[in-house]
């Protein structure tokens, strides 16, 4: 299945291509159609997804056609949606089932070489929130370019206090300062905040923002870290318990915070609602084994979702730190100890579609 997949081309262009490419518009605009996964799992055309399943061997091989001209352009190419599951064909007469194949084949392939020209730089930034919240929106202010995403810990407009501490003297709006400094930065940025809560001043909400041009995206932690000792609960608002799943640059990101990644039943279900990338902002806080289960977890939920996993955590001595990205393979590709540190990464979209080619087990699945 392919989402929908748009190339600008100049208006004095006269290149078509076949299929189902559309006509230039202005701004001149080819538009590919396949089946609109949009976050549909193979297995699922029962849940509500974007765009209409390819029909017969007849639309493969006219989107195959249509992909394999893209590429021969080399042109900027930008995906809407989810990357790539199993193109799914009617059934035909004798002998159109082989064709079929054939086409499907084929057109698999070819996306994953026009995912390959898409990509994008991850830049996770390991720092210590400070208790002084100016302090903190003058870290994120100064946020370097250079990525297409920028990605800061947890609790990043304020540390948290002790365990089970009022944290609502330091919460804010989602126009607040601290969202106001986030928008300074040129690049799409993440980092966590405490937001007020209305409805229980006393207890505001662990909310991760994703700014991405005037986009905001809020998901609002919804496992409390009630374990080892702490109450976060006694603090912090739970958040609606619903996946939040946010496109950027080719890839769809499943927002998770901390504590969440000891539930694989909250990776899955962002995987369900198109995740190709998990990503984690955490204060993970050091203890006994404490790294190990970090490491661990985040290693498991890449290789059982075989999604990209980017997990960013404050530093020790308070944190572990460890912040890294791993691969649908569950390859790490970069990582960092337990000291303040940065490192970036691309992401490749093909690498997603192709794992999931040769690891069908999202299809596989019986529950």
């Known amino acids: 299945m392919v989402a929908g997949l748009t190339r600008g081309m100049s208006t004095a262009s006269t290149t078509t291509c076949s299929g189902v490419v559309s006509k230039a518009r202005t701004p001149a605009e080819h538009t590919l159609r396949g089946s609109g996964a949009c976050g549909l799992l193979p297995g699922e055309p029962d849940r509500p997804g974007g765009g209409d399943w390819i029909a017969n061997n007849h639309d493969l091989r006219h989107l195959a056609e249509s992909i394999e001209c893209v590429l021969e352009q080399r042109?900027?190419?930008?995906?809407?949606?989810s990357l790539v599951g199993t193109a799914q064909t009617s059934t035909g007469a004798a002998g159109e089932d082989d064709a079929a194949d054939e086409h499907a084949g084929t057109l698999a392939r070819l996306v994953v070489r026009l995912l390959r020209l898409l990509g994008m730089k991850v830049r996770l930034v390991q720092v210590a929130a400070s208790a002084d919240p100016l302090v903190n929106r003058e870290i994120v202010a100064k946020s370097a370019p250079g990525a297409d995403l920028v990605v800061f810990p947890e609790a990043m407009s304020r540390d948290f206090a002790a365990s089970g501490s009022s944290m609502a003297e330091h919460?804010?709006?989602?126009?607040?300062?601290?969202?106001?400094?986030?928008?300074?930065?040129?690049?799409?940025?993440?980092?966590?905040?405490?937001?007020s809560n209305p409805a229980d001043p006393q207890r505001p909400f662990n909310t991760m923002v994703v700014l991405h041009g005037d986009q905001l995206t809020a998901y609002r932690k919804i496992h409390l870290y009630d374990s080892f000792g702490f109450k976060e609960s006694d603090a912090i608002s739970a958040g609606p318990v619903m996946p939040t799943v946010m496109p950027l640059g080719g890839l769809n990101f499943g927002l998770m915070t901390c504590y969440d990644l000891r539930f694989p039943e909250?990776?899955?279900?962002?995987?369900?609602?198109?995740?190709d990338v998990l990503m984690v902002i955490s204060a993970w806080v050091?203890?006994?084994?404490?790294?190990?289960h970090w490491e661990t977890m985040l290693r498991a939920r890449a290789i059982e979702n075989v999604s990209f996993v980017v997990a960013v955590g404050q530093p020790g001595p308070k944190y572990v730190g460890h912040s890294q990205v791993i691969s649908p393979l569950g390859d790490v590709l970069a990582r960092l100890e337990g000291e303040p540190g940065e490192l970036a990464v691309d992401l490749d979209p093909g690498l997603v579609a192709q794992a999931r080619r040769d690891n069908p087990s999202l299809e596989n699945r019986r529950w």
């Open 75 to 81: 042109l900027p190419v930008e995906l809407d949606g």
């Open 171 to 195: 919460a804010e709006p989602l126009d607040g300062p601290f969202v106001s400094a986030l928008r300074t930065v040129d690049t799409p940025v993440v980092a966590g905040m405490f937001e």
């Open 266 to 275: 909250m990776a899955r279900e962002l995987v369900r609602a198109g995740a």
């Open 286 to 292: 050091a203890g006994p084994r404490k790294v190990e």
